[in-house]
């Protein structure tokens, strides 16, 4: 009994441990979140480090792992051309002290 407890408590950990892995997809209809690149994170609502690893990408911290399977994946995103189509808006930042919300509104989309 204490066994199949332990193994459903580290497979439902590891499952949501990366909640930040995400893959971009072909058609908007197949997307979790339509997202739009800002020019400025002052516009954004996240702003986005992009993880070389997926063990990085923890929590619901603007810290994003890409996949390379939407199996992989906790999230599909669809990067949209117009930022009145977006679900969110995003800017991709070179480090990753600054990736974090800016709206807090719009945090439970990732989750």
Not at 41 to 55: E, I, P, Q, R, T
Not at 73 to 102: E, H, M, P, R
């Amino acid at each position: 009994m204490r066994l199949l407890l332990l193994t459903i408590l580290v497979s439902f950990s590891l499952n949501y441990s990366y909640s930040q892995t995400v893959f971009s997809v072909d058609s908007k209809y197949d997307a979790d979140v339509k997202v739009f690149v800002v020019s400025s994170k002052y516009d954004a609502d996240l702003v986005v480090y992009k993880c070389s690893s997926k063990y990085d990408a923890t929590d619901n911290k603007g810290l994003w792992f890409f996949a390379s399977s939407k199996y992989d994946a906790k999230k599909k995103i669809y990067f949209v051309n117009s930022k009145y189509d977006a679900d969110l808006l995003i800017f991709f930042t070179d480090s990753k002290y600054d990736a974090g919300w800016k709206k807090n509104s719009k945090m439970q989309l990732m989750y």
